[in-house]
């Protein structure tokens, strides 16, 4: 019995070797590299498959395969694929553009309801209000009124203005032509437009170049509102030439060179605290000279009551017209529209210096008094041709008062199915 035990145990022991051995002998054949064999003529190579250990168990996140290719653009649409399309057989290979990518081309068409949008806080302002005032009415009482003027009064559409509209809408009260709240709502959309009815509209390019110089006081945008048209206007066609003639601050000049960067349009600039208007007779010459269809010219934030600072203003564009006659063909104020009749006066000492031929009111979109835009129109004849609804190139909309007082008063798409 105890010759069978030592048999048994030095069998295990001879088998466990054995097995022991091959296994070595396995592991030592897989790390001799395989021999190579040379392909048959016209077969494709390929790389040998690796072991299952050498395999991840799901690929890193830069070789995942890529997921299906976006739909194509509708036809019209102006975007460009990030991928280019594949280069015809035997060409070279194009060389990648070193410009900076363009910006998108402006809308050729009116966008109404874009517009209402941009106008969200001046409708849920000054136009619910007025809108409360008629609800449930089925009879216009001439007390009414009263409460019509406070309205307007409260969103920034001046006393003036507002004492010309209520005159004309109590004789239509007394000639018993306001019956019911739809007349007049409609009275007062036509009172709009008839006060905004004075112009507006894009640049007008009368000439090449056309000067356009830009004046306002600190803050309001002018420098933006610069990059914004000249993001606009390239993306026309057009030669855009930018002045930073705003040279005592020095942010205001690197905020336009960054602009003209971002576009592709050269920038006249002169050292820091040089004469602005040297900077604006240089760039006149230079645009003259090169052939510029549009040159835009920056200039320095100015409180509208120093007298020094409006007279310095007066000399630039004396200066601009030394360097071409007829210029400047445009010259814009930019308001802020959050600073309400503020906005109005400054406009009114800048209109006795300057011949002011247009208003871009910035930042309409943060403001629920949307009345300025009326006052402004009426109490000083100065059209407003363009008005900022967002931090974007495009939000930079030109003015057309029928498309304005349709945004502001008229009903979109989800008033008129909850009627």
């Known amino acids: 019995m105890t010759t069978s035990i030592v048999i048994v145990i030095a069998l295990v022991v001879v088998a466990v070797a054995v097995f022991a051995a091959l296994a070595r002998g396995k592991s030592g054949s897989?790390?001799?590299?395989?021999?190579t064999s040379r392909p048959l003529p016209g077969a494709p190579s390929h790389p040998p498959p690796k072991r299952a250990s050498e395999r991840p168990a799901t690929p890193p996140r830069n070789e995942r395969m890529p997921s299906a290719p976006p739909p194509a653009a509708p036809e019209?649409?102006?975007?460009?694929?990030?991928?280019?399309?594949?280069?015809?057989?035997?060409?070279?290979?194009?060389?990648?553009?070193?410009?900076?990518?363009?910006?998108s081309v402006p809308p050729s068409k009116r966008d109404v309801a874009?517009?209402?949008?941009?106008?969200?806080?001046?409708?849920?302002?000054?136009?619910?209000?007025?809108?409360?005032?008629?609800?449930?009415?089925?009879?216009?009482?001439p007390a009414i009124l009263e409460q019509v003027e406070e309205v307007m009064l409260t969103s920034d559409v001046g006393p003036?203005?507002?004492?010309?509209?209520?005159?004309?809408?109590?004789?239509?009260?007394?000639?018993?032509?306001?019956?019911?709240?739809?007349?007049v709502w409609a009275a007062l959309r036509a009172e709009a437009s008839r006060i905004l009815q004075i112009g507006g509209g894009a640049v007008r390019l009368s000439a090449k170049p056309t000067v356009v110089l830009m004046v306002g006081v600190n803050g309001v945008g002018k420098t933006t509102t610069i990059g914004k048209l000249a993001t606009r206007y390239n993306a026309a066609g057009k030669t855009v030439l930018l002045a930073a003639g705003d040279t005592f601050r020095a942010a205001a000049v690197q905020q336009l060179e960054v602009w003209g960067k971002r576009v592709g349009s050269e920038v006249v600039r002169g050292k820091e605290g040089a004469d602005p208007a040297a900077v604006a007779f240089d760039a006149t010459n230079r645009?003259?000279?090169?052939?510029?269809?549009?040159?835009f010219i920056d200039t320095a934030g100015r409180l509208h009551t120093k007298a020094p600072l409006m007279d310095e203003i007066k000399k630039?564009?004396?200066?601009?017209?030394k360097a071409m006659d007829g210029a400047p063909h445009e010259t814009f104020l930019v308001?802020?529209?959050?600073?309400g009749q503020n906005a109005l006066q400054q406009a009114a000492l800048f209109k006795d210096a300057l011949d002011l031929t247009g208003i871009v009111l910035t930042k309409l979109d943060g403001t629920a008094k949307g009345g300025i835009v009326l006052a402004i129109c009426d109490e000083l004849g100065v059209p407003v041709r363009?008005?900022?609804?967002g931090e974007r190139a495009e939000d930079l909309r030109e003015f057309h008062a029928d498309e304005f007082v349709e945004a502001l008063f008229g009903k979109g798409e989800d008033e008129v199915a909850a009627a």
């Open 30 to 35: 897989q790390l001799q590299a395989p021999p």
């Open 386 to 389: 363009y008005v900022g609804l």
């Open 114 to 141: 874009g517009l209402r949008k941009g106008l969200a806080a001046s409708r849920g302002g000054f136009v619910a209000r007025l809108s409360a005032l008629f609800q449930g009415k089925k009879e216009i009482d």
């Open 76 to 103: 019209g649409d102006v975007r460009t694929s990030a991928r280019p399309p594949p280069a015809p057989a035997g060409s070279e290979p194009a060389k990648p553009s070193t410009a900076p990518p363009g910006p």
């Open 335 to 339: 308001l802020d529209a959050t600073t």
């Open 160 to 183: 003036k203005t507002t004492q010309v509209i209520l005159s004309r809408l109590r004789g239509a009260l007394e000639r018993n032509e306001l019956r019911d709240t739809d007349a």
């Open 316 to 321: 630039v564009r004396k200066t601009i017209a």
């Open 287 to 295: 645009a003259k000279d090169n052939g510029i269809d549009l040159l």
